[in-house]
C-alpha cells in the first residue's frame, strides 16, 4: 500500500463517519503525503513577510502613499500590526524582509535586509528590475528559507507588503495567462471608483508596452514586485526542503503562479489558507486549481491568511494523530 492509500484508510477509520470531517480529511492527507508519513508533524512555523516598494505607486494607483510601505513595516517590528497578534496568538514566527523598501530602516533582530534596489522601476518608464535584480532577489529568498529550514521549521507562510504590489500582481496574472489586464484588477487597498478607472487605464497602458511572452523570467523582470520576486524564489526553496507552504492572499498568489512556472509540481506542497477579496483572486485560485481554505472577506496581506488558518492546519494534522480508530475506541464500525 503507498502512503496516501495508508493514510487515507488511517483517516477512514477514524471514528466518524466516512468524509465527516471534510476538507480537514484533506488537509491532513496532503500534509501526510507532502511528509511521507502517516503520523505528521509540524514544527517550527514560520511566516515571513517580504516588503518592498514600487516605482507604479507614483502613478497614484493606490489609495496610500508610499511611505507607507516603510512605516507599516515599522509597525510589524514594533508588534502593533493584524499579523503580529495572529502569530503571537497561534505561536509563529515572524520575520520581516526588507526586499527593497525605498528607505532603509534601522538594525532589528527581526528584520532581514535583503534587497537589490531600493524600490522598482516605474513600469510605465522602464521594467520593474534588470535581469540582475531578478537573479539576485530570487536567491534571496531562496537563502533566507534555506536559514529557517535549519531552525527545524517544516511549514512556512508567505505575506507581504508593498503600496502598489497589487498593481504587480495583476500584471504578472494577465500576462502569465494572457488574460485583459482589466480582468485582473482590483481595488487593492480600497480606491474609490475614480482611482479604481485611473488604476485600470494605467495598467492597460503599462500593459501595451509589452508584446505577450512564455518567458517567465522576462515576465517577473517586466512586472514582478521586488517582494514578489523574493517571494517566489522562497517558494520554490520551502518545495526544494519539502516544507508545507501556506499562501495568503492575491500577491502570494500571483508570487506562485509564477514559481509555478519554474517547478510544476510546487502545487503539491501548497495550502491556499484563504480567498481575498481583491477581485482577481477567486480567478487566479481557479486558474490554478485550488480550493482557499478559509472565506473571511479578508484584504489585509501580510499573511493574515496563512496565520488565521494556522490553526485549522493543525486541527487536521492532530485528528490524523490522536483521534481514535474504530478498532481502538470499540466502536461499531458502518455496515459495509
Do not use: W
Amino acid at each position: 500500500m503507498d502512503i496516501g492509500s495508508a493514510i487515507r484508510n488511517k483517516i477512514d477509520h477514524k471514528t466518524k463517519p466516512l468524509g465527516a470531517l471534510g476538507f480537514l480529511e484533506s488537509i491532513a492527507l496532503q500534509i501526510g503525503i507532502i511528509q511521507q508519513t502517516e503520523s505528521p508533524q509540524l514544527t517550527e512555523p514560520h511566516i515571513v513577510v517580504f516588503a518592498a516598494d514600487h516605482g507604479i505607486a507614483g502613478e497614484g494607483v493606490s489609495a496610500y502613499p508610499p511611505e507607507v510601505t516603510r512605516q507599516m513595516v515599522l509597525n510589524f517590528l514594533n508588534g502593533g500590526a493584524a499579523i503580529n497578534v495572529f502569530c503571537q496568538q497561534n505561536d509563529i514566527r515572524l520575520k520581516i524582509v526588507d526586499a527593497g523598501i525605498l528607505t532603509d530602516i534601522d538594525f532589528h533582530p527581526d528584520l532581514i535586509v535583503s534587497k537589490a534596489r531600493h524600490g522598482s522601476g516605474n513600469m510605465l518608464k522602464e521594467r520593474a528590475m534588470t535581469e540582475d535584480e531578478m537573479n539576485f532577489s530570487l536567491s534571496s529568498g531562496a537563502e533566507i528559507v534555506r536559514d529557517i529550514a535549519k531552525a527545524s521549521c517544516n511549514i512556512i507562510g508567505f505575506g507581504e507588503m508593498g503600496i502598489g504590489n497589487t498593481s504587480s500582481a495583476s500584471l504578472l496574472m494577465a500576462h502569465i495567462y494572457q488574460l485583459p489586464v482589466e480582468d485582473c484588477i482590483g481595488k487593492g487597498t480600497g480606491v474609490n471608483e475614480q482611482q479604481f478607472m485611473h488604476k485600470v487605464d494605467t495598467l492597460k497602458k503599462v500593459s501595451a508596452l509589452y508584446p505577450q511572452t512564455e518567458d517567465i523570467y522576462e515576465i517577473i523582470q517586466r512586472f514582478g514586485g521586488l517582494e514578489i520576486t523574493q517571494m517566489t524564489g522562497a517558494m520554490l526553496e520551502a518545495k526544494r526542503q519539502n516544507m508545507v507552504i501556506l499562501i495568503d492572499g492575491f500577491i502570494a498568489t500571483a508570487a506562485i503562479a509564477c514559481a509555478l512556472q519554474i517547478d510544476s509540481a510546487i502545487l503539491d506542497n501548497c495550502i491556499f489558507c484563504h480567498q481575498s477579496e481583491e477581485k482577481a483572486h477567486g480567478h487566479l485560485l481557479k486558474l490554478l486549481g485550488q480550493r482557499p481554505l478559509l472565506q473571511l472577506n479578508m484584504r489585509l496581506g501580510e499573511g493574515t491568511g496563512c496565520a488565521v488558518a494556522y490553526p485549522v492546519i493543525q486541527s487536521a494534522v492532530n485528528f490524523l494523530n490522536n483521534m481514535a480508530s474504530f478498532e481502538s475506541a470499540n466502536v461499531s464500525n458502518k455496515k459495509s
